[in-house]
Structure formats: C-alpha cells, structure tokens
C-alpha cells in the first residue's frame, strides 16, 4: 500500500509541474505577441542610441508621452524616412511591455510634414522651443488632449505663416493656462491693487504679476497692450489672429511672461530658449 500511495503521490506531482509549466509558457507567449497599438502622435524629440537606432519621444493623442526605441532608424535605408523629424504629425505603432520602460516602434507614418519650418534655422529654433517645453511638463502616459492640440495647432502656424512670433506668444499664454499657471492679469498679487492702464511687472522667480508699488528690482513690465492681447488670446483661435507689425512688441512681452512662468513651474531653464534669443 505504502508503494502504491507514493507512485500515486509522484504521478500527480509530476501532472501539477507539467500544467504549471504549460500555463507559464502560454503567458510568456502572450507577453511576447503583445498586439501593437496606434496611436496619431507627434514626435517631440529624437537620440542616438547605439550605432543604428533612435529613441524617440512622442506625444501620442490616445497615450499621451511615451518614450521609445527605433530600430534601424539611423541606417540610411531605413523605414522611417523623414516621418521623425521634430513635430511631425504622424500615425504610429508601437508594442509595450510591462517589464520595459521604453515601448518598441514597429511603424510610423506621416500625416503632416512641417519641412519648411524644419530645414529654415530661424522657424527651427521656434519648433525647438514647442518640443522642449512639452517633453518637460507632460508626464509619461498622461493623455492630454488640449497640449495635443496646442502643440499641432502652433507647429501649422510657424509651417503657414513662416513667423514663430506669434505662434510661441499663444503656445507659451496657453501652456501657462492650461498647467493652471496663470496669474490674474487685473490685479497685484501682493496688494490686491487695479492695474487698469499702468504697467504690470513680473520676474522668473515667483509667479504672479505686481504693481508699481509692490514691484522688487529686476522686475520686468507687461504693458496693457500685452495683457489686452492675452485676452484675444483666451477667446480667438491662433490661425484666425492676423499678426500685424503693431502686435510685435506685445507678442513679445507675453511671451517673456509666459516662458518665465514656465521656467518657475519647472524649476529650471529652458535650453532653446537661449537659441531664441539669438534669432
């Protein structure tokens, strides 16, 4: 009895392993045929990683911010072609993994090409400034409809009107908005005091604006004209805003705002920004 008990004790062991097994092997399969998912996304930078290939960092309309590897993309023969260059609005598909960070880039094709504004250095370093800022503030894997839209919406103007001055003025005023950012533009913070038609001051190191009578030393102002035009900017669509030799100055105040407040949120200093200044 003894015997019998201990082979039937074996056979079942043996039986459990065999089933274990089989059900670890059908979900490894499962993790490695991973279907891949699409995605309308657009690219807002791109690395060297090893002697062939690309990370890529894209902003998915359904995935929000996601890191990922190219294969081949550096080769000169490659599928990609130009679909990722910086902005370029394309479809793209990609596998994830829950045991990786960075998703793997089976394809991509392009909806939308910004080609003038990618190969003119000046409307490049506009575009540059666009992808910066939204690599820095956008978490991975947040979905974010309106910086989608913000993002697209600014690229077309920069490729439509040949100008990033005022494309960058209306992508900095909204980034700072929809981050939640944005001061009161009718009142001091300090004091609580009108504006109305005097100057308002800012500086990067605090957010808020300031009267005269609360301003501190090295404060810059933000003239009623540049806070008149942020108020277009709340209410008007940037491609339906004609930009006019008169809006220049204001466009520029704001947009020194904008990024000064961007760069106080994120603890740090725009890179491209330096490069806009030069142009």
């Known amino acids: 009895m003894s015997a019998r008990v201990v082979i039937t004790i074996a056979l079942r062991v043996r039986a459990f392993r065999m089933e274990f097994c089989s059900l670890s092997g059908a979900a490894s399969a499962r ?3 991973m279907p891949a998912r699409e995605t309308e996304a657009i690219i807002l930078k791109t690395f ?3 002697e062939a290939d690309r990370l890529v960092s894209f902003l998915g309309r ?3 911010r996601v890191r ?5 993309a550096r080769r000169l023969k490659n599928r990609y072609g130009s679909t990722l260059e910086v902005l370029s609005h394309v479809q793209i598909w990609y596998v994830e993994r829950e045991t990786r960070d960075l998703v793997r880039i089976q394809q991509a094709e392009l909806l939308e090409s910004f080609h003038k504004a990618q190969s003119d250095y000046d409307l490049s370093t506009g575009l540059a400034v666009i992808s910066e800022i939204s ?3 956008l978490p991975e894997h947040e979905v974010s409809e309106p910086m989608f839209r913000l993002v697209l919406l600014a690229a077309r103007e920069v490729e439509r ?4 001055n005022l494309a960058l003025s ?3 005023f909204w980034t700072v908005r929809l981050g939640g950012w944005l001061p009161r533009f009718d009142r001091c913070v300090s004091c609580g005091s009108p504006f109305e038609s005097k100057p308002a001051f800012y500086d990067g190191h605090q957010a808020g604006l300031f009267c005269e009578n609360c301003r501190r030393s090295g404060m810059k102002p933000l003239h009623i004209e540049a806070r008149n035009l942020a108020e277009r900017f709340a209410g008007e669509r940037l491609d339906r805003i004609e930009y006019e030799k008169s809006l220049q100055p204001s466009a520029k105040e704001l947009r020194e705002a904008g990024l000064a407040w961007i760069e106080h949120h994120i603890e740090r200093r725009l890179m491209t920004r330096e490069l806009l200044e030069t142009t």
Request: net charge negative; hydrophobic share 40%.
């Open 161 to 164: 009107t040949g100008d990033w």
């Open 48 to 50: 060297p990683l090893g």
């Open 135 to 137: 690599e820095l503030i």
């Open 62 to 64: 359904s995935s929000g």
């Open 31 to 33: 993790r490695q045929l």
């Open 68 to 72: 990922g590897v190219a294969s081949g």
């Open 170 to 172: 209306y992508f900095a």
